[in-house]
């Protein structure tokens, strides 16, 4: 049976149970306080899910859950945003040129590791060719 539970942790201690060759997990229900044995044969962990965004200033546009809008969203219908310059903004590019974001905190990327390890090696080169642009944009 799949089961996908949300809002739960894994308790750092006693965390897993070696039972049955480690088929059970202590689960702390977020909301409740309540710590259950679920057997469970695999455990995937999503982290990432909350952006942590609050210190970036206003001009950075993100979505309602915080998560930073990034190239072409930032000039869809309905993103808010007026891009300033005569270009269109690079894929990691965000709301403020020349401010890129990359990995889980962009809006509608992947939330996977590897993903956000090529997004920064992305990034990089977006950098560069913002930096060798003409001032003006």
């Known amino acids: 049976m799949r089961q996908t539970l949300t809002s739960v942790t894994t308790p750092r201690s006693p965390g897993l149970k070696a039972t049955e060759g480690w088929r059970h997990w202590f689960l702390r229900n977020n909301t409740s306080g309540a710590i259950e ?38 000039t869809s219908t309905g993103s808010g945003s007026a891009w300033p310059l005569n270009r269109a903004p690079y894929p ?16 509608r990327s992947v939330k996977r590791v590897a993903a956000a390890v090529g997004e920064g090696s992305m990034a990089a080169t977006q950098v560069t060719q913002y930096l060798s642009e003409p001032a003006d944009g």
Do not use: K, N
């Open 37 to 74: 044995t679920v057997p469970a044969s695999a455990l995937f962990v999503l982290v990432g899910a909350e952006p942590h965004t609050g210190w970036l200033p206003a001009e950075i546009q993100r979505d309602d859950h915080g998560f930073v809008l990034t190239g072409s969203d930032l």
């Open 92 to 107: 990691l590019e965000t709301s403020m040129p020349g401010v890129f974001a990359a990995g889980d905190v962009r809006q």
